[in-house]
């Protein structure tokens, strides 16, 4: 049994200005083990939820400032100490590391290393923040936490495999999104093809947006549909888009109309050059969609052998793979929407909850030994 005085803390400053994946899935694991936990952290405040919006920006500003200045200039540790937490601390993500005073005791969940391995599709400044944070990582040597075997491979490959656990624990699929009410969007055609995820240059869009126009799908009837919010490379998407007959960008959407996309396209695409997890991939399989892959990485370890997988580095490929989804018989997709839903039901909730309050009882039982 965990006493009051022997739960840990939880760092989640994520959750000020970040409702990607990221934030659900950590969301869903926290209220899944709140019992363990002793106080959530947004930045320097405890509370028992996220701050109001406006005060998250604030907070959330002040905490990219602070990160910013340790990864910036090392020497403010040793003006302006980094904080102290007496009880074990699970970070939500490893760029809060830069924050504290890391122990051993601690765990770290990492969603991808993509900022050390693919340092040019993030923002200036981003790559210099997670290679301080995984340097503290690295001297401390927490318990370490991954959403795929790829991401846990790139960390392995970077820092060595000396650490006390070094746990995948698959994201599942979003509690609730299936019950959210469909919300039809407008002025979309009857055929389309899909891709969901942040607009920008890690994503693929461009490439996928010029396969589209080779595939010659346009003039059958076809729209190719993309929604995300922007990230780095954004300003290329967009612009290539406008030129594209048959290319529909529309930005963020909410759920209920994610859910309509879903149930409404005749495909999935998804031709990533990055992904720590990919997990659009698997929403789209639960809504009975053949997703269209980046081969290898962690869309291939989510998918299996059943999704249709192609060169994003290769644009003549990826039209024809949108080719073949339109041209895919009935048989053959059920066939393998039958293979890839065995695949994707590996990652449900119950087991990532299972392995995350195992990880947490872990540094629990760590710090109780240690006398931390």
Known sequence: MVTSGEKLDCEFTLALNNFTGKYFFCKDMIDASIDLINSVYYWRLPANAPPQRMISRILGRLALMEVSTRARWPSSYRVWRPILHPRAMLFTDPRECVLYNVKGCDIV?????????????????????????????????????????????????????????????????????????????????????????????????????????????????????????????????????????????LGYVNDGQLSWLYNNAQGFVLASLLEGFGLPAAEAVSYGQLPLLSAGGALEEVAGDAALYVNPLDISDIAAGMRRMASMTAGERADRLARLNRSVGRFSFDAAVSAWRSALALAIQCARSSGS
């Open 109 to 249: 969940l990492c969603h991808d290393m993509g900022p050390l391995t693919h340092p040019e599709f993030y923002s200036e400044g981003v790559e210099q923040v997670y290679r301080r944070a995984f340097d503290r990582i690295a001297a401390a040597k927490p318990l370490m936490l991954f959403v795929s075997e790829a991401s846990r491979r790139d960390f392995v490959r970077l820092y060595g495999s000396d650490f006390p656990l070094l746990e995948v624990i698959h994201i599942p699929l979003r509690q609730g999104l299936h019950t959210s009410e469909e919300q039809a969007v407008d002025n979309l055609p009857g055929k389309f093809l899909l891709t969901v995820g942040s607009l920008g240059a890690r994503k693929n869009q461009a490439r996928s947006i010029a396969a589209f126009h080779a595939s010659g799908l346009a003039s059958e009837g076809y729209r190719y549909v993309v929604c995300g919010g922007p990230e780095p490379g954004v300003e290329e998407v967009i612009s290539l888009a406008k030129k594209t007959a048959g290319v529909i960008l």
